[in-house]
């Protein structure tokens, strides 16, 4: 983190988390997943991989702890000034009934979805093993609720997010010829995305060209770049720890009568489902909007993921817009709307907006002109 790094108050998160406490019966919560370490922390450290960890929060109603060990010591105690660290030896699971015992805790909740069935069970080993009386309770989606709603400078940093990566894009399409391969697009744009400011992409970028472009989350490979065939692109750049999330798709020369057909009714139903957002609408209720149009074209079929979802501190978090979603549009809330057609042996075309749900409708965070998908070879 530099030192012009856009900081956000954490101690309101952590009155809002306490607030909980009594409607969850609990006294005590562990934070595990380091996005909500994050949130509630300001402390940065990513986890690696799953049966890894650079440390948990433990937040009860009169303390803030923050365990870790050795490796991550300095970096939460210049990232977290608002908690007391604690550095453990021998491992999280180990220290983390000590811990408890020093903060007089007795019912505990914590991130189920992040402890592992050994974790868990090691934990209650631990505890009985020092006769101490604490009741564990998995808890689920309690932060993340907390994190669905933007404030001010959240919004503005996914701005910025937006707008490294479209920076980056358009630079891309001066560069961009027949021939490359997918892989030498995805690596360039990732550099691209770099240079405009980003601390690293959002997520593994997709570049897929000609048939491979109906793989909705295809892998870039070797396969080149020709021209009247869709190229899809899913890119986004993280900033200040905030994800970025487009996809467009181009073609080299004029398109073909394909490519315009199907290219019109995406851009359609994305253009009636970001018209459709608002507070109080539900999730389910865009999705559907959007998947009406595709399937009165008679592509219905052909669109089978969800229209959209939530960005953030993760790529992919609440609200979800899906047949199946729950989750009803609150102003500060950050959804992307990508409606994709995906036709096999022909390929596919995806557009991706990110959009801030306002008191009175939409925000499309996006600049990029969704007319310019014929790129002019040199």
């Not at 948990?56 to 060990?69: N, W, Y």
């Amino acid at each position: 983190m530099t030192s012009d790094t856009p900081q956000i108050p954490t101690s309101p998160r952590v009155a809002r988390l306490r607030e909980t406490f009594a409607r969850n019966g609990l006294d005590t919560f562990i934070i595990l997943i380091d996005a909500n370490r994050r949130y509630l922390s300001g402390y940065t450290a990513d986890d690696g991989q799953f049966d890894e960890t650079a440390g948990a929060l433990i937040i009860t109603a009169e303390h803030c702890l923050l365990a870790t060990d050795s490796r991550y010591d300095l970096q939460a105690r210049q990232e977290a000034p608002g908690y007391k660290i604690v550095r453990y030896r021998k491992g999280l699971i180990d220290a983390l009934p000590s811990l408890l015992e020093q903060v007089h805790a007795r019912s505990v909740g914590f991130e189920s979805t992040r402890l592992t069935v050994k974790q868990h069970q090691d934990l209650i080993d631990h505890l009985a093993e020092n006769q101490l009386p604490i009741r564990l309770v998995a808890t689920e989606n309690q932060v993340e609720f907390m994190r669905r709603a933007k404030d001010p400078t959240e919004v503005a940093i996914t701005r910025q997010a937006v707008a490294c990566a479209e920076t980056a894009f358009r630079h891309l399409q001066a560069w961009l010829q027949p021939g490359m391969t997918e892989s030498e697009v995805a690596r360039k744009l990732e550099e691209l995305m770099l240079t405009a400011g980003a601390e690293a992409p959002s997520f593994p970028i997709i570049v897929a060209a000609g048939a491979n472009s109906a793989k909705p989350h295809a892998v870039p490979g070797n396969e080149p770049l020709k021209t009247g065939e869709p190229i899809l692109l899913d890119w986004g750049a993280r900033f200040a720890g905030y994800c970025s999330d487009i996809s467009r798709t181009v073609v080299f020369g004029p398109p073909d009568e394909q490519f315009q057909k199907i290219y019109a009714i995406v851009r359609q139903a994305q253009a009636a489902a970001i018209a459709a957002i608002k507070p109080g609408a539900h999730g389910q209720t865009v999705d559907a909007v959007a998947r009406k149009i595709i399937e009165a074209a008679g592509f219905g079929d052909h669109f089978g993921h969800s229209l959209g979802h939530g960005t953030g501190l993760c790529i992919h978090e609440a609200p979800r817009l899906s047949p199946h979603s729950d989750d009803i549009l609150e102003a500060g809330m950050i959804v992307t709307v990508e409606p994709g057609i995906y036709l096999p042996e022909w390929g596919g075309i995806r557009l991706e907006n990110q959009v801030l749900v306002t008191a009175n409708g939409a925000d499309v965070l996006n600049t990029l002109d969704l007319d310019a998908y014929s790129l002019v070879t040199s």
